[in-house]
C-alpha cells in the first residue's frame, strides 16, 4: 500500500486538504473502539443508539438491545453522519428521547414523532 503524503497545499482535484498522514495512525485505530460497546451497556443511565443501518451491530449490543438495555432508532437514508443526512430526524429522536426520559421538558406545541414515540 502507497502510504500518503501530508500535504498542506490544495490539490487542483480536490477541496480536501490533509495536514496529518492518517496512516500512520493505524496501529491506533482498534483501540479507539475496543470494548466501546461493552462500556456503553454498562452506564446506568437511560441510552439511545442512533444508527443509519444494523449491518455492523456487534454481539455485545445486539444482545443488549434485545434485553432492553438501550434504546436503538434506526435512520434509514442516511451515511456514516446522521445528524448531517437526517438533522431533522435526529433532532427530534433526541428531543422525544430526552422528554420520554424527563431530562428536559417540552416547549408548547411540540409533538412527538413517528416512530420516536
Same mark, same amino acid.
Given at each position: 500500500?502507497?502510504?500518503?503524503?501530508? %500535504?498542506?497545499?490544495?490539490?487542483?482535484?480536490?477541496?480536501?486538504? $490533509? +495536514? @496529518?498522514?492518517?496512516? &500512520?495512525?493505524?496501529?491506533? $485505530?482498534? !483501540? $479507539?473502539?475496543? *470494548?466501546? %460497546?461493552?462500556?456503553?451497556? %454498562?452506564?446506568?443511565?437511560?441510552?439511545?443508539?442512533?444508527?443509519? !443501518?444494523? #449491518? +455492523?451491530? #456487534?454481539?455485545?449490543?445486539? @444482545? !443488549?438491545?434485545?434485553? !432492553?438495555?438501550?434504546?436503538?432508532?434506526?435512520? /434509514?437514508?442516511? *451515511?456514516?453522519? @446522521?445528524?448531517?443526512?437526517? /438533522?431533522?430526524? @435526529?433532532? #427530534?429522536?433526541?428531543?422525544?428521547?430526552?422528554?420520554?426520559?424527563?431530562?428536559?421538558? &417540552?416547549? %408548547? *406545541?411540540?409533538? +412527538? /414523532?413517528?416512530?420516536?414515540?
Amino acid at each position: 500500500m502507497k502510504t500518503a503524503e501530508c %500535504s498542506t497545499e490544495k490539490s487542483q482535484d480536490t477541496a480536501y486538504t $490533509w +495536514r @496529518v498522514n492518517l496512516e &500512520s495512525t493505524e496501529q491506533y $485505530w482498534k !483501540g $479507539w473502539f475496543q *470494548g466501546l %460497546s461493552d462500556l456503553f451497556l %454498562s452506564c446506568s443511565v437511560p441510552k439511545l443508539l442512533l444508527l443509519a !443501518g444494523v #449491518d +455492523r451491530l #456487534d454481539r455485545a449490543l445486539t @444482545v !443488549g438491545q434485545m434485553q !432492553g438495555k438501550f434504546q436503538m432508532l434506526i435512520l /434509514p437514508q442516511c *451515511g456514516h453522519a @446522521v445528524h448531517e443526512d437526517q /438533522p431533522q430526524k @435526529v433532532a #427530534d429522536a433526541l428531543a422525544t428521547f430526552l422528554t420520554r426520559h424527563k431530562m428536559a421538558e &417540552s416547549l %408548547s *406545541g411540540f409533538e +412527538r /414523532p413517528s416512530p420516536c414515540c
